[in-house]
């Protein structure tokens, strides 16, 4: 065992068991988890591998430990679901230094904490190249109450939370102008998203969503998975599209970065016609930006010109936003 | 997404909803599992990385699968659990050939299909260099009768399924003659183990073992966690080693494989002498080879010379057993 493996231990250690659902964490060839009876599990996993979803000349440890559990808390958030517990395996090149390590874990950590979710076990190793990170967050939610992305019907509306594209714009300042690099305070919701787990929550609580995703792929691939599991197509008013404003900046992110880029985590969620929606949920702004049509096809509409075809672009981390 | 993506995710389609525990697998945010009502849930996660774990020059991809899932498995063996589900996350090089990954989907699966654990879901992404996977077991244990390391009392008599030393022993074979590779139909202990999923439940069902831990570091270092967890020490009779054949013959592999070796996935318990022991479970025979003692220290005896400290030597796949 290397010193990062035991200095991650000792700190996965001390913060475990404050959660009721953790019975053994660390210490035994499982993890024995009392999660609430006769709820469904909810379980995900998702990697964060150096040089392509993060950059360490780009992302502070402490950034990049944060986003790799915000991601799976999303992926909870996206379900209507409550977080437990997070497994961590982490493999690290022999030369990673101990600085970066600890940051990285205690970015992890002040997340989990915030959400008190124990990191309950995990695996180390060494890595040939490049550090590799891989979360999985297990959660669960009432029987038969998780909410899919396949619900959607014509005529519901779609709705997402908070603002889109500040996560691929920033991105982009660093491909504009590598000089001057977006300081990590200044552009939270990139280095420090915040997953809307409450919110996600209240949705399912409420039953007020037919289907949701989280944004990690951008609107236009996410809502395509909507559009495929639920047999339908969408249409986006493009005006209403709740537009980032970054950096301190009061102009809004370009509208690209909104329809295409990636890991905004917010959530995109459809809801039918007989439904309320509050305009915000525990702070967070609620906005409708289209309904669901028939045809599995997604278009953009505006007031002034013909409706045009939305395709989905896919995300790729470290390519420019087209 | 990638071909090999696809493939994989075809392939994972395809033989998911055959296990009553996975409502959702791939296609939503979180695979939805419903576990039975009031039991614990057990959760492991394991590295197979290359280079690391494995090397493509001396294991066909099939087995590489294979004892990727089986390590996971072996871990809810050894709590005495069921597994239910498991979650691969698969990071590929750019230029894996697709035959490869192919063998080793089919590997996998083959042993998920022979447990009844469907592949509920993971992630794939592009490797810097190297081919790494990482794989998580949900299982789970009717409620506090999980099997954990540390309820070994002085007294209890110690126990070993199977035989020992089988997989390091043929490593070494590699390792002593490059030219003449061990054939994995012929060394099946190392290529494809077989988790003990069948005796860890017996064990906990009759109430048989009083501490449990799987043999994949080899049984000094396994031994010395069981100690350390239950605060005591142990002496093993090197007589009543229980060494492995390998590769046909009829001599046993050297004591050093069977005390250091890793990787033999079978199952090291603990058992009150109040408690009777049968001599094999499903067909898998069971060993006692010692005996729980005061201290912390571990010793091997023999009738003919005074006991010999045995200490915790660590296992590094790829190091030549010492």
Not at 61 to 74: D, F, M, T
Request: proline share 7%; with cysteine.
């Amino acid at each position: 065992m290397s010193l990062s493996e035991k200095h991650i231990i000792v700190q996965i250690r001390r913060q475990t068991g404050r959660n009721r659902a953790v019975i053994t964490g660390i210490g035994n060839d499982c993890a024995i988890l009392r999660l609430p009876s006769g709820d469904d599990t909810l379980v995900t996993t998702d990697f964060s591998i150096e040089g392509v979803h993060f950059r360490r000349d780009w992302h502070p440890p402490r950034s990049v430990g944060h986003r790799c559990l915000a991601r799976g808390l999303s992926d909870i958030a996206a379900m209507g679901g409550q977080p437990h517990a997070a497994f961590l395996s982490l493999a690290l090149p022999p030369d990673t230094p101990q600085t970066w390590v600890n940051a990285f874990v205690s970015g992890l950590l002040g997340l989990a904490e915030e959400f008190k979710v124990p990191l309950a076990g995990g695996d180390t190793s060494e890595s040939p190249s490049g550090i590799l990170a891989d979360i999985m967050v297990v959660g669960s939610v009432p029987r038969d109450q998780a909410i899919t992305r396949s619900g959607a019907k014509v005529g519901d509306s779609i709705y997402v939370t908070g603002e889109l594209g500040a996560s691929a714009a920033t991105l982009d300042l660093f491909f504009s102008n590598p000089q001057r690099r977006p300081s990590p305070g200044k552009f939270m919701r990139h280095f420090y998203p915040e997953p809307r787990i409450a919110v996600g929550r209240y949705l399912r609580e409420k039953k007020i969503a037919s289907s949701m995703i989280d944004l990690s792929d951008g609107l236009s691939t996410d809502l395509n998975h909507i559009c495929e599991e639920g047999g339908v197509g969408a249409e986006i008013a493009v005006s209403t599209l709740p537009l980032a404003c970054i950096g301190g900046s009061k102009h809004p992110v370009g509208l690209h970065f909104a329809l295409h880029g990636g890991e905004d985590y917010e959530l995109l969620f459809t809801v039918s016609p007989r439904v309320r929606v509050p305009k915000s949920v525990g702070g967070v702004r609620v906005t409708e930006i289209g309904r669901i049509v028939k045809g599995g096809k997604m278009w953009l509409t505006s007031p002034t010109s013909k409706p045009v075809l939305l395709k989905p672009q896919g995300w790729q981390h470290f390519q420019r936003t087209p």
